[in-house]
């Protein structure tokens, strides 16, 4: 224990110290003095702690095993019977022995040993599985935990290897099959497992929100501290459990946990919806279902936090049922369609959260995956859910045969993340996802093997999906594609180690020019690039359009000896690849075009890549990479090129035969530009004070101009480097009055042209302040 105190940690929020003492002949919910009507369901159904904690464990049973569900119809049937048979399987194949549980899993065995004895446990308490209330099998998941602790997870034992799997791994999986086979774990048996898990998390270590306890991993050694208590009925272990989590709800300014944008961080630097976010999403919407209407009920009011990110901070991330990889860290390349698996997991945590939230957010979120389910065409996602706990299958089943639930479409419009150094871009038959590296966003993750090539993930990698293109970065990608040609990025072809640099994400080049600025519907971000490991240095933006992204380069400069390139596209296809140069475009059949005004520069490569290590049956997968090569050591090299995702082949023409729809205001390393006449905007990435296209700037910044068409106009600004004190703009264009002002704005000037002066940009963290203006007259700079 460290020397550390359970009782000091009672008031660290959430619910109260006195939870931790409540009388066994009644039960009241913190805070109220009110009598026995007042006590919420959980108690009033109880006489006494016993009842109280013999309702929770079934609580836990039904949230995290499953329930909700007719075991005699499919796939339930099928599934319990099959759960059934492989607990038999394991119960009658097990041989305790000094350094095994089973025969060829010798210990540790960290995971396959601790998830068998729960699925043995799963059978025992779920229906229809042929053992259900087995005495048997309990005996047996009871038995075979008493050995694995004995001789692996017992108290004072060393914590060799990852921390992980003594805190979280191993105590979770051992702790819920005992609370699942209940009173069949002795007091002989339960007792020395609740010290080995109060040994590895020991209450000192929720005292303080830092090192390897913030974000998920709090949530997750919170939930292992409850199940140690519901093991052994533990009012004060429910209490630690819920205040616990009080600091996971608040906004963070840095590091880990959600940031206001609806970032969320994990290990410091790494973008981690996907992943650990997922883990803490998951984890509490279970503790949140698990002690609702309990005594230990989560009352924190700052947990309000935790239901706005479904909206702001995941479902953003989420394209059709899948979950991009822009934000899982190491874990892209774990297995074939991870994205989708990941995806389908924070559907599952949106529907059980619901249960906890407000009807009309729960109303919204079940249409969200609605919709999210109905459009994943490649691992349709009800039958995928057969692989996760019955429960979440029924939750989805539920929500698909309901006619009351509409299906949500695809959103459309923008959303830039500035503390991620993440855009996610929207528009209808296409999405695409922006990934960057900053001086607070690391290049790439790496660690425990995983991840070792994803060197240059940070370096602009543009992900982008069509209609019907939900695999394409799933299908083997990452165990196949170049990693030095990842769509979008501008790299040094420098031969790199596999795991290159420091683990865990710890890889943040020292530029702060990283973000842009967005109306919610168009953006213009920028990425002062340093290349990993590399002298290269660059000056990329994109422009994020109706039907295009535009693409710019600048300032390309090197002196690592070897060629630097852009890669324009890496799609895994063998399509027919099409390409004028003399016209400036090129068409990827099934996919979409490219105008490029630069195309005499153009290289392409068809190739079929294998999966190293693979290489006798591996996976092997076709590749067509269209790319810039700027030569070696360039200085001040640039490129220019058109997205135009699901495009047909003559629109692709049609669009290099009109330069004027799209007009390059600059293309410099001191700023870059785009003026739209068709959509009244204009927009400029400003790496330095100045001028371009009839909008100035007094210091570096984003700025985004776009003219409505019904007489107003929008001014969209930021200080993606958050440095500056102040910053005036203007815009050479007749304006007649500001119509919705800002807090941060302190000056305006209107008439012939406009003047905005903003008070502390630095403090706006990197996001976008927009203003509404009146306009007068025509647009002396071409507009519409």
Not at 387 to 406: F, I, K, M, N, S
Not at 503 to 530: F, I, K, M, S
Request: net charge neutral; with cysteine; charged share 20%.
């Amino acid at each position: 224990m460290s020397g550390c105190s359970r009782r000091s940690l009672l008031r660290l929020g959430g619910v109260a110290a006195a939870g931790a003492l409540i009388p066994a002949e009644v039960a009241r919910v913190p805070g109220r003095s009110s009598p026995a009507a007042d006590v919420p369901p959980v108690a009033r159904a109880a006489s006494g702690r016993d009842d109280v904690f013999a309702l929770l464990r079934r609580r836990w049973r039904d949230v995290t095993a499953g329930s909700g569900f007719d075991a005699s119809a499919e796939p339930y049937r099928t599934r319990l019977a099959g759960l059934g048979r492989t607990a038999a399987r394991y119960r009658d194949t097990m041989a305790p022995a000094g350094a095994s549980l089973w025969p060829g899993l010798a210990f540790p065995s960290f995971t396959a040993t601790p998830e068998r004895l729960r699925t043995m446990a799963r059978a025992y308490a779920l229906p229809g599985t042929g053992l259900t209330g087995d005495a048997g099998l309990a005996a047996a998941v009871a038995a075979g935990i008493d050995h694995y602790r004995s001789r692996v997870y017992a108290a004072g034992a060393e914590a060799a290897g990852n921390w992980w799997n003594w805190q979280i791994g191993v105590p979770r999986r051992l702790l819920d099959a005992a609370v699942l086979i209940g009173p069949h774990l002795t007091e002989r048996e339960g007792g020395p497992l609740r010290q080995a898990a109060e040994h590895f998390v020991p209450a000192c270590l929720l005292r303080d929100y830092e090192g390897t306890s913030t974000g998920a991993n709090r949530v997750d050694l919170c939930v292992v501290t409850l199940l140690r208590a519901l093991v052994g009925s533990d009012p004060g272990g429910v209490a630690l459990a819920a205040s616990a989590l009080s600091p996971v709800f608040p906004h963070v300014e840095e590091g880990d946990g959600f940031h206001r944008d609806g970032s969320f961080l994990q290990h410091t630097f790494v973008p981690y919806q996907g992943g650990y976010g997922a883990v803490l999403l998951s984890g509490l919407a279970t503790l949140f279902a698990v002690l609702r209407g309990s005594p230990w009920e989560i009352t924190d009011p700052r947990r309000r936090v935790v239901f706005d990110m479904v909206e702001r901070s995941f479902a953003p991330f989420v394209h059709d049922g899948l979950c991009m990889d822009l934000v899982s860290g190491r874990g892209i390349g774990r297995r074939p369609y991870g994205d989708h698996d990941r995806g389908r997991r924070i559907a599952l945590s949106i529907l059980l959260l619901g249960e906890s939230a407000s009807a009309a957010e729960r109303a919204r979120w079940r249409s969200t995956v609605k919709g999210w389910a109905l459009r994943e065409t490649h691992r349709p996602m009800l039958a995928a859910a057969e692989t996760e706990d019955l429960g979440a299958h029924a939750r989805l089943a539920a929500v698909l045969d309901d006619d009351a639930v509409p299906a949500a479409a695809e959103p459309s419009g923008h959303r830039l993340l500035a503390s991620s150094a993440r855009a996610v871009h929207r528009r209808p038959g296409w999405c695409a996802g922006l990934s960057m590296a900053s001086d607070r966003i690391g290049h790439y993750e790496h660690g425990n093997g995983e991840n070792p090539r994803g060197w240059h993930t940070g370096s602009g990698m543009l992900h982008w999906w069509g209609r019907g293109h939900g695999d394409q970065y799933s299908d083997s990608f990452w165990a196949t594609v170049d990693p030095y040609r990842l769509p979008g990025t501008t790299v040094s072809t420098r031969r790199l180690a596999d795991g290159a640099g420091p683990a865990w994400g710890d890889t943040c080049p020292p530029v702060r020019w990283v973000g842009g600025a967005t109306d919610g519907v168009y953006a213009a971000v920028g990425q002062h690039l340093n290349g990993f490991e590399s002298t290269m240095r660059a000056f990329k933006s994109w422009f994020f359009l109706d039907d295009a992204v535009v693409c710019m380069g600048a300032g390309i400069t090197a002196e690592d000896g070897v060629p630097v390139e852009t890669v324009v596209d890496n799609r895994r296809t063998g399509a027919r690849l099409t390409v004028d140069e003399a016209a400036g475009w090129a068409h990827l059949e099934g996919h979409g075009g490219y105008v490029l005004p630069c195309a005499s520069g153009l290289r392409t490569l068809r190739e079929r890549r294998v999966a190293e290590g693979e290489r006798a049956g591996g996976a092997a997968r076709d590749y067509t990479t269209l790319w810039f090569d700027h030569g070696v050591d360039p200085v001040s090299a640039g490129y220019l090129y058109l997205l135009l995702p699901g495009a047909s082949l003559a629109a692709t023409r049609s669009r290099a035969a009109d330069p004027g729809r799209v007009r390059v205001l600059d293309n410099t390393a001191r700023r870059q530009g785009v003026r739209v006449p068709s959509l009244g905007l204009t927009a400029v990435v400003f790496w330095d004070a100045g001028a371009a296209g009839g909008l100035a700037a007094s210091a570096p910044c984003a700025l985004l101009v776009r003219e409505t068409g019904d007489g107003t106009a929008t001014v969209t600004v930021s200080d993606p480097r958050r440095d500056l004190d102040t910053l005036t703009v203007t815009w050479d264009r007749p304006v007649t009055g500001v119509l919705d002002g800002h807090g941060v704005l302190t000056g305006a000037t209107t008439g012939a042209g406009l003047t905005l002066v903003f008070d502390r940009p630095a403090a706006w963290s990197g996001d976008s302040v927009t203003v509404t203006v009146r306009l007068g007259g025509r647009s002396p700079g071409g507009g519409r």
